[in-house]
């Protein structure tokens, strides 16, 4: 646990290594500390054998039982014994609101499984990450519905033109109730 500027980040097993390694060869530089701490959470890689089995729910819209919210809140917590946020690393005080949060949420295709969940504050991140979920779930089926190509019926059975003749939409389909 020594090292990280994250404290539930582990260095173990060369992971946090072989992340230094593939960004200290980037030609670019774009990526910071920080981002490669995330980016090494976002894999799920595991540091070593679970002494206890991961919690996989059996549907999306299980709830994570109160064992498993524990375990993520005791990931959350520091060398020093306080707990942290895993969205904006501050400090969480006992009695403030914090939960239990999928990385990638359920909407934008994430697992229901325990590597999937992390402890942030209520307020600030929780709210924020929401909002960006809902976001991104809104720009996948507007690309997605554009995609598959699906377009209203035209409304206008006939119109006039120019001239003032009545001139039939041959698209037009009349509903049959």
């Given at each position: 646990m020594t090292g990280t500027p994250f404290p539930w980040v582990y260095e173990g097993a060369g992971v946090m290594r072989?992340?230094?390694?593939?960004?200290?060869?980037?030609?670019?530089k774009e990526f910071t500390k920080g981002m490669q701490?995330?980016?090494?959470?976002?894999?799920?890689?595991?540091?070593?054998?679970?002494?206890?089995?991961?919690?996989?729910?059996?549907?999306?819209?299980?709830?994570p039982p109160p064992r498993v919210k524990l375990r993520t809140r005791d990931k959350a917590r520091g060398a020093d014994?306080?707990?942290?946020?895993q969205?904006?690393?501050?400090?969480?005080s006992e009695g403030e609101p914090a939960d239990v949060d999928h990385i990638v949420a359920i909407v934008n295709g994430g697992q229901n499984r325990?590597?999937?969940?992390?402890?942030?504050?209520?307020?600030?991140?929780?709210?924020?990450k929401t909002k960006r979920d809902i976001k991104a779930k809104k720009v996948t089926a507007r690309k997605r519905k554009k995609l598959l190509?699906?377009?209203?019926?035209?409304?206008?059975?006939?119109?006039r033109n120019f001239?003032?003749?009545?001139?039939?939409?041959?698209?037009?389909?009349?509903?049959r109730r």
């Open positions: 072989t992340a230094s390694a593939f960004f200290a060869n980037r030609a670019d701490y995330l980016l090494v959470a976002f894999l799920n890689i595991q540091e070593g054998p679970r002494s206890v089995p991961e919690w996989i729910g059996r549907t999306p819209d299980e709830d014994g306080r707990l942290y946020c969205g904006c690393t501050r400090p969480i325990e590597n999937n969940l992390r402890f942030i504050c209520f307020k600030p991140c929780h709210a924020a190509l699906t377009k209203k019926r035209s409304r206008f059975p006939r119109w001239k003032g003749e009545l001139v039939r939409n041959p698209k037009f389909r009349k509903r």
